[in-house]
């Protein structure tokens, strides 16, 4: 797709053409002087100079409030970007034309692209923000248009050089696609399994050859960035980093059939094959054998950025069980025996939220300490979406198989769900990069690490604008269980302040208690290198993981003083410690009256109003 005049290739291969609209504008707009077009349907870029101004610079949340609008009521049957419109496009395995074409016109792909190149990426929070309201409507959307393209270019963001950066903003800004070709790892679904080689030619430059199972957008970009094996050992120096910024000079890209996935069916998923391509010295991106700490420095990004924008997804479906249990009900309230059900998934998505947006900020504020973070956050919130999925399927009933405007986006997220976590492989990615971790952070790091800033836990609160370059794949520090214990000893001595304080201090304080039971058992563990795959140890991560759900939730209830009315009352909070501590078999004692009834009557509120049901309450079309 491109946001400029240009062609893009549609599904079989045709060119369509594309209109310069922007969208809508407050004011002129300026953009570079257009280069050579690299890539698939890449078009002259429209991103504005740096430090010029320009509608682009408006700041979010304006940026997402107007995506927002534009997308619509997505329960309306007659708006071509509602849930009936994305339902009839995934049962024809297509990305919705329209919706697509909406979204070049916003120039959605100058998001992903750093400011300084051009774009408009400063922070991830904020992109996170102006990315749910599509994801909140279609998940197959939100990552075949473009957020693949940012987890592929990130590695260059990182590690790439001046030429190779402007390239790939080059491609963004004109509206172009960036695909990844991951390297294969255990456990590997059809996305991760099979990769590509390349070996050192006479003349300087690389020879590549190898193939994967499915690749999004490989039959809609001809620029790849390609893990590829580089070494015939395992190890961290395995794999290196390389470009392909177009069609290569001599070999083949070939993209024999199209594979079709269980869900996420709008998106294209493409077999890939490098038959004898060569690049030139300059394809390189950082160091010979730095791909795997590539990997590990710059996949926290979509470690943090998934979940922040999927759970976007489970939020319409609360919103869909609201609606079904208030149906009919004259007095708009749901039936006692949903009551645990709507307030309880409600809590998880306050969880997993505090969870995402903490990881999210912590990439700007604090990236040299972010790196067990982001694995933290990617490696729970699957599993609590899932979970809340279910119950909320309880709630809809037959309802959930509904394929008309209401309630037939159920059954298309409980398929795109699995996909867009990466299923069984995101976790054992991230298990990978928390097991061997245990033991060191046992003996060294819990209850030594000082409190992190108070920044870190306040959403929306500005933050310096994000350095790829700063992130790293190493830290002594886990700034979150300082934040646990910290908080613990601020409530010890509120618990006179009321029930609801005592409560939430009483919750603290087992979850103290049991990070001093995981130090124990942590540190009995093997040394690094020889737990990832022990079942021990996997429990463990489990266990720990919950843990600093719970600290990001409590540091972001105390960030919330004299802020927003339902956040700064301690009922969400004690609600979901109180869920995390039975997921954990600790002792919890029955929850303090009102807690329930505080929480409902804001999920509640916000459905009737119009809000959405994640830390900001924002505004929605419908």
């Known amino acids: 797709m491109t946001a400029a005049t240009g062609t893009a290739a549609g599904p079989a291969g045709e060119s369509r053409t594309t209109s310069p609209t922007t969208g809508p504008t407050t004011g002129p707009t ?15 870029a429209p991103g504005p100079t740096p430090g010029r ?16 609008a534009a997308l619509g009521d997505p329960f309306d049957p007659g708006n071509p970007h509602g849930h009936l419109a994305l339902v009839r496009a995934d049962d024809t395995r297509e990305a919705p034309a329209a919706t697509e074409a909406l979204l070049a016109g916003h120039g959605l792909s100058a998001e992903f692209v750093p400011h300084d190149l051009g774009g408009r990426l400063t922070d991830l929070e904020q992109l996170a923000r102006v990315l749910r309201p599509l994801f909140r409507r279609d998940l197959a959307l939100g990552y075949g248009f473009g957020v693949t393209s940012l987890f592929a270019a990130s590695s260059v963001w990182t590690a790439g050089d001046a030429s190779q950066r402007a390239a790939l903003a080059e491609v963004l800004l004109g ?10 790892v255990a456990h590997a679904n059809a996305i991760l399994r099979r990769e590509v080689g390349a070996v050192r030619t006479p003349g300087g430059g690389f020879l590549l050859n190898g193939s994967k199972d499915a690749v999004m957008n490989a039959d809609r970009t001809d620029t790849f960035v390609v893990y590829a094996r580089t070494a015939t050992e395992d190890g961290s120096g395995s794999h290196s980093v390389l470009l392909l910024p177009g069609p290569p000079a001599s070999g083949e890209v070939r993209r024999p059939a199209r594979v079709e996935m269980p869900g996420m069916r709008g998106a294209r998923f493409h077999e890939l094959q490098l038959h004898d391509v060569t690049l030139p010295e300059s394809a390189l991106v950082g160091s010979l054998g730095e791909g795997v700490t590539l990997a590990l420095r710059s ?20 919103r ?11 007095d708009g309230q749901p039936a006692r025996r949903w009551h645990k059900a709507l307030s309880g998934v409600f809590a998880d998505l306050l969880a997993c939220d505090a969870m995402a947006v903490t990881g999210l900020r912590a990439l700007s504020l604090v990236p040299q300490d972010a790196y067990l973070l982001a694995a933290a956050v990617k490696y729970t919130m699957p599993d609590l979406l899932r979970e809340d999925l279910e119950e909320l399927a309880a709630v809809l009933g037959a309802r959930g198989y509904d394929r008309g405007p209401l309630y037939g986006g159920f059954q298309k997220l409980a398929r795109d769900l699995p996909v867009a976590g990466l299923g069984h492989s995101g976790t054992a990615v991230c298990q990978a990069v928390l097991v061997p971790q245990l033991p060191a952070l046992a003996r060294t790091a819990w209850f030594r690490t000082e409190e992190p800033p108070a920044e870190l836990f306040r959403p929306g ?11 790293t794949h190493s830290g002594t520090d886990d700034l979150l269980t300082a934040t646990l214990i910290g908080a613990a000893e601020r409530l010890a001595g509120q618990a006179s302040s009321g029930p609801l304080h005592a409560a939430l201090a009483a919750l603290a304080r087992t979850l103290v208690e049991e990070l001093r039971v995981l130090r124990a058992r942590c540190a009995a563990l093997p040394a690094a290198g020889s737990t990832a795959f022990d079942p021990v140890a996997c429990a463990l991560a489990d266990r720990y993981a919950l843990v600093l759900s ?27 410690l109180s869920r995390i501590g039975r997921r954990l078999g600790a002792p919890v004692p029955d929850l303090p009256a009102g807690v329930q009834e505080t929480v409902l009557a804001e999920v509640l509120g916000r459905c009737r109003h119009g809000r959405s049901l994640d830390l900001y309450g924002t505004p929605l079309a419908c």
């Open 461 to 471: 609160a500005p933050v310096p604008p994000l350095d790829h370059r700063r992130l």
């Open 320 to 330: 869909l069980a609201v609606r079904a249990a208030t149906e009919n009900r004259p």
């Open 53 to 68: 101004a320009t509608v682009w610079d408006a700041g979010e949340p304006r940026r997402a409030a107007r995506l927002e």
């Open 175 to 184: 509206g172009g696609r960036v695909a990844i070709v991951h390297r294969e």
């Open 550 to 576: 719970a600290a990001a939730c409590l540091g972001v209830w105390e960030g919330q003083a004299g802020g927003d009315t339902f956040l700064a009352d301690p009922a969400w909070a004690v609600l979901v």
């Open 299 to 318: 996949f926290q990004i979509s470690h943090c950025l998934i979940p922040g924008t999927v759970l976007a997804g489970v939020d319409s479906v609360l």
């Open 30 to 44: 300026t953009g570079p002087t257009p280069g050579p077009a690299l890539g698939r349907g890449a078009g002259p």
